[in-house]
């Protein structure tokens, strides 16, 4: 009888040993996983600190550290390239902008040359559109390599949408006259305010207008709206037929609804109006509807600092 008593305490006692031995064990991993998660938020400038007893549990996590080490040094190796890469964009637009500056000035004193003939006139024209249409890029490129390498924050303070909106129109009515369109400007019948930065704020419009300029073929109608706890502001133009424009994708950098990119510009104006708009705690949208084209960016009608 004293035998089979003892085995049965032999087992006993090994199954609380197990049972501790995998409660220690999940504890241990549980440590391991926030640990984890601390270091990704961190951006795995962090390695493991946990103290394990377990010989195999020690060295996966000696595996996990080397492996957090070389995902650093790629980061690290990542933002140097991007840095890099953006410096030299920015580099390049702007050695562009005065030799394109240049031959733009030099092809208008060409043009006005009463000597030269009807068909050296119209090479200077298909010239100083092609000259155009890279300085913009140009600009383009100079505006985001500006935007995305400046960290600053955005000056804040109460606009009065409504008359930013009207001295904009204003502004812009040369450009569109010219461009043959026709504007019809819907207010509310009050002031609409908003938190933002002014000058942000007439940059989202021009690229905003710009877009509208590229693709409407005779009207466009600019919306202001508000909210309880925002104010918005679209931009709106009619499409032609045929015309695919993918809205969840309209915003991302470098997308263009005519492929065959005939139209001036490199495709970023409207990513520049997002990266303008995230500045200020805003945020943009755009839908298609009935043959239209809705753009347009929602701002905050509270400060959410002084909330």
Request: one cysteine or more; charged letters at 25%; a negative charge.
């Amino acid at each position: 009888m004293i035998f089979p008593v003892v085995i049965i305490i032999l087992l006993f006692l090994l199954c609380i040993r197990l049972c501790t031995y995998i409660i220690h064990l999940k504890v241990n991993m549980k440590n391991i996983q926030e640990e984890l998660a601390l270091t990704r938020d961190m951006n795995y400038n962090r390695q493991l600190t946990v103290d394990l007893t377990d010989e195999n549990l020690s060295a996966m996590a000696a595996e996990i550290n080397l492996n957090l080490d070389y995902q650093k040094k790629l980061k690290s190796q990542s933002e140097a390239a991007e840095i890099s890469l953006k410096q030299s964009v920015s580099d390049i637009a702007h050695d562009l902008r005065t030799p394109l500056t240049v031959i733009s000035g030099n092809l208008q004193m060409l043009k006005d040359d009463s000597s030269i003939s009807d068909s050296a006139r119209e090479y200077i024209r298909i010239c100083e559109e092609k000259c155009s249409a890279m300085k913009i890029i140009a600009d383009d490129f100079f505006q985001l390599s500006v935007l995305e390498s400046d960290f600053s924050s955005a000056e804040l303070r109460s606009v009065n949408l409504t008359n930013e909106l009207m001295q904009f129109v204003a502004d812009n009515e040369a450009i569109i006259r010219k461009n043959n369109l026709k504007p019809e400007i819907i207010f509310p019948d009050k002031s609409v305010f908003a938190y933002a930065d002014p000058s942000l704020i007439a940059r989202i419009f021009g690229n905003l207008l710009n877009n509208v300029i590229k693709y409407a073929s005779d009207s466009f109608r600019i919306v202001l709206s508000e909210e309880e706890e925002s104010a918005s502001v679209t931009f709106i133009n009619r499409i032609a037929a045929g015309t695919n424009i993918d809205t969840n994708q309209i915003f991302n950098r470098t997308y263009r609804a005519d492929k065959s990119r005939n139209s001036s510009g490199a495709g970023i104006g409207l990513y520049i109006v997002k990266l303008l708009a995230e500045k200020q705690g805003a945020k943009v949208f755009a839908c298609a509807d009935k043959g239209e084209l809705h753009i347009g960016v929602k701002l905050n009608k509270q400060n959410e600092e002084t909330v």
